[in-house]
């Protein structure tokens, strides 16, 4: 009995473990994300250049990066997703999305 409580201990905490460097690697990803977001609205004119290098230079394990410029529309009447509009003359913001491997605690 006592061992296969003590192997349902082990299970659970690998399992933590796990399921913690997940959320902490999504972490990272969004604030380096939210960090290339601002290097790019920062810089409009060069806001493709300003966040893939502020999206490498905080995350070197990022495996693709992209940027759009558009049009921010503060409004609150409009769901959060139709408030940015790629595109446009009067380009007012950046939207920055990227992507990393997954990594696995497990693996060796």
């Known amino acids: ?11 659970s ?5 796990d399921v913690g460097v997940v959320v902490l690697k999504g972490r990272e990803l969004q604030g380096a994300v939210d ?13 493709e250049a300003a966040g893939e290098a502020t999206a490498r230079a ?8 992209r ?12 769901k959060p ?10 380009v007012n913001a950046a939207r920055v999305t990227a992507t990393a491997p997954p990594r ?3 693996a060796a």
């Open 35 to 47: 960090l290339s977001a601002l290097a790019a609205a920062g810089a409009l004119r060069q806001a």
């Open 104 to 106: 696995c605690s497990s």
């Open 13 to 17: 905490a690998a399992l933590a473990v």
């Open 81 to 90: 997703s139709q408030r940015f509009v790629a595109g446009g003359a009067q």
């Open 1 to 11: 009995m006592s061992a296969a409580f003590g192997a349902l201990i082990c299970v």
């Open 67 to 78: 940027v759009q410029t558009g049009v921010y529309t503060p409004d609150p009447r409009l």
């Open 58 to 65: 905080n995350l070197p394990q990022v495996s693709a990066v």
